[in-house]
């Protein structure tokens, strides 16, 4: 094992030395190995290239400019490549993918063929952490279980993030975030409070949530080997990771045999609690006033003298029991504002508001800049910009991005020869039959990327 | 040798409503020892409900029964000075300090990071605010829904032609108070190998803003492009999405998937199986093709529960989810099947059902959750433990510190 063994100092990162092995897809997997990585993990993800493996790369859906293009005026830019130019290699451009396989490497390694579970199996001898997300009959068609595995490495830590578990009804069930989303019982929850839940949108939680739980209990894990010397199976479900999320809820039906409805912008107390239009188009300001000073102050910051002499909204209680009335009259005068004008004069005033910010603004957000939250990263398939970094600062540990996304099969070399002993000759081979490589062989590949016959 | 995964370490809990409580529930869900240090009145989360029948009381808040299970309660006023010295004395006896108060708060009184590990290094000290503690904006004030608009993905959440929504509940004091939890655990295991504590940074602002589904995604996307995501946007609603069943909504991805001829003849059409169209996607099927398959999936839907007919498309290899409310999760089989819920004995609520596990793990144990404390319940047990004398803590009482 290749745990570090001399004594870390302050600033070393808490990961550094340990290894982790990923066969991950869509958002859940990534994630737990992208904050795994950025304390110090190194992460190898092992990917096929004689197939195409889907929800990762984008590399199932590529599609030409001018289709990007529209998707992103209709709102979508899930797979909007840098400048929307999918180049020639667009599996190495899609942002999905390249928003948390920064610090990670990439292995060319089919685990579905013969050579390619030779090299997994080789590999797990050599790793602390193994970390999966597929679904699980993947893992079982692949012969790569726990019990399998844990012989051939007693240390292992494996981390297994079916959608809904490893046994049970819904086992084997397909999911994305949006299905997962219904089946915890959030997407219900977060539609308007008079409308349907066909009009909510793409917006999900229980990746960001499985990926960082994930990360957390590997960690509790090696420091459990640690003190046991023992490896061991975690199996977090996505939707179980989530439920303890909506736990005042869950008590509330418990308790009282109240089904929570679709909660919208509102708030059990808090009034005003909405967001409300400004100036300009689709603009909007998210206002929570929680006491009746702030209540007064942002009546004189909007200049709403008549609001603030009105008895109907006087006391927090009379606000909140006359909120419809309230908000629709706090609309006509926060109309009249640009919502970060408005935002910086009523937080100067001590008024909690702020601007719903789009990706693009939030790029541009003066707290996350002097805060050194985005990163630039610059590698040659897909040039120079920025991402968004470390969502934790440590005081005493400075930690930065260290490496771009890797490219397709970048690491191979490297890991096949370096780390799991393959000889040059060997290593020749797999190149030939087309197991490692950097590139998807033509026929997967739509007709405007293959090479000229 | 089996143990707990949290077992041996103490956290310091000085942590009000969402975040920081939910962080110390993980530590303490998982065995490690958890003190919460709440202001006489106790946490503000014990006051905000839902409360047992509707009636305002502080041991019955669905939100702090959740947040708070596992742990002990001392309470203590931070404002006086023998409040401080508690409070100082138990720091020096613990692993992990988790609070969080306003910038500059803690160093006001004396208990900031500097201060208190003027003679050691192993202390972690994990401290969440809506902004950071530093940045033009740190002394802003943040909530729930104005830590969404700003850094979550609200702008993309809701119907184009209305104002944008949050996602539902806490969610973003939850995973901040996660993440807390998680940079915490990465501390004390640098820690224990043999480096050094640090004090811990955490806005909810950068974690919404680092959030996976679809923030940080959507954030590279417009530093590619410089377009955002937007409300409205999808990938695809033929046959797909959200739709009306008998009981309620399912939310099935089958105009949209490779399995149409499947699903056509599922749903009694085994005519428009047939039809050139339904081997084509979606964007290329012709408008009729399109209205009759609508038409026909709207009647069978209709006819079943959003359960059967997700487990009918599921099982031609369909994606797809019933949208279920709380009730339909307590009642669900998988979940009841999996013993994700645990009861938990009370003496306001009885025994009711609460989230159990996250997770199983095949070496580490679990024990059977213990309710929250009520206010103040361990606060005599704690202080005699610290060498106080009965007199000593009557003495505290009486000048209202404890």
Known sequence: ??????????????????????????????????????????????????????????????????????????????????????????????????????????????????????????????????????????????????????????????????????????????????????????????GYPDGTPDQTGEAFTADAFAGLLGA????????????????????????????????????????????????????????????????GIDQWIAIDVSEDSEWRTLCEVLHADLLQKDTKFATQLSRFNNRDALHEELAKFTVEYDKNELFQQLQLAGVCAGPVMDDVELLSSPQLINRGFFEELDSPVIGNYRYPGIMTKWINTPNKLRTAPPRLGEHSEEIYKELLGYSDLEYKELLEQGHVGDRYPDHLLPEFLRAPQ | MTRQLFEGIKVL????????????????????????????????????????????????????????????????????????????????????????????????????????????????MGSLTSFGQTGPWKDFKGSELVLQAMAGPMHMNGDPTKEPIKLGGNLAHYHAGLSLTYACILARLRVERGGSGDHIDQSVYEAQAGFRDRRAPGLTSASYTGRSNKRGGSLGR??????????????????????????????????????????????????????????????????????????????????????LTVEDLLNDPHYQERNVWEEVEHPETGSIRYPGRHFVTSGATRKQMKRAPLLGEHTFSVLTDMGYTNSDIVQLRRAKVV
Not at chain 1, 119 to 140: H, M, Q
Not at chain 2, 238 to 256: H, V
Not at chain 2, 291 to 306: C, F, N, P, V
């Open chain 2, 13 to 124: 809990e000085l942590g009000t409503m969402v975040g920081v409580p939910y962080s110390g529930k993980i530590f303490a869900d998982y065995g490690a020892d958890v003190l919460k240090v709440e202001p006489l009145e106790g946490d503000p989360s014990r006051s905000e409900g839902p409360f047992l029948k509707d009636i305002p009381n502080k041991e019955t808040s669905a939100l702090f029964l959740h947040l708070n299970t596992n742990k002990r309660s001392i309470t203590c006023d931070l404002s006086t000075a023998s409040g401080k010295d508690i409070v100082r004395s138990l720091i020096d006896s613990y692993d992990i300090v988790i609070e969080n108060f306003n910038p500059g708060t803690l160093e006001s009184l004396g208990l900031g990071y500097e201060a208190v590990t003027s003679n050691r290094t192993d202390l972690v």
């Open chain 1, 216 to 279: 957390t209990v590997i960690t509790a894990a090696l420091r459990y080997r640690d003190l046991t010397g023992e490896g061991q199976q975690i199996e977090m479900p996505l939707a179980e990771g989530f439920l303890s999320n909506l736990g005042e809820f869950i008590l509330d039906f418990e308790m009282n045999d109240r089904v929570a409805g679709p909660q919208g912008n509102t708030h059990h107390s808090h009034a005003p609690h909405g967001v409300f239009p400004t100036h």
């Open chain 2, 238 to 323: 033929t046959a797909s999405g959200p739709r009306p069943a008998k009981d309620g909504y399912a939310n099935i991805m089958a105009g949209t998937s490779k399995h149409v001829p499947a699903f056509l003849r599922l749903i009694g059409r085994e005519d428009l199986a047939e039809h050139p169209d339904a081997k084509k996607p979606a964007t290329q099927m012709s408008t009729t093709f399109i209205e009759e398959m609508e038409a026909s999936y709207a009647i069978w839907l209709i006819d079943r529960t959003k359960r059967e007919a997700v487990a009918a498309t599921q099982s031609i290899g369909i994606l797809g989810g019933a949208i």
């Open chain 1, 1 to 190: 094992m290749e745990t570090k063994q001399e004594t870390p100092t302050k600033s070393d990162l808490p990961l550094d030395g340990v290894k982790v092995a990923a066969i991950t897809v869509v958002w859940a997997g990534p994630h737990c190995t992208q904050v795994l990585a950025e304390w110090g993990a190194e992460v190898i993800r092992v990917e096929p290239i004689n197939a195409i493996q889907p929800y990762s790369r984008g590399a199932e859906r590529i599609a030409p400019r001018e289709q990007l293009i529209e998707m992103a005026n209709n709102g979508i830019t899930l797979s909007a490549y840098p400048d929307f130019e999918p180049g020639d290699e667009p599996w190495n451009r899609n942002p999905g993918f390249n928003s948390h396989s920064r610090n990670k490497k990439s292995m060319a390694c089919n685990i579905m063929t013969s050579e390619g579970k030779q090299a997994f199996l080789k590999l797990i001898k050599e790793v602390d952490v193994l970390v999966e997300n597929n679904v699980p009959t993947t893992i079982e068609k692949a012969g790569i279980t726990y019990d399998t595995l844990k012989k051939i490495n007693p240390r292992l830590i494996m981390l297994r993030m079916p959608a809904y578990g490893l046994s049970g009804p819904y086992k084997g069930y397909r999911a994305f975030g949006t299905h997962v989303e219904a089946m915890i019982g959030h997407h219900y929850l977060r």
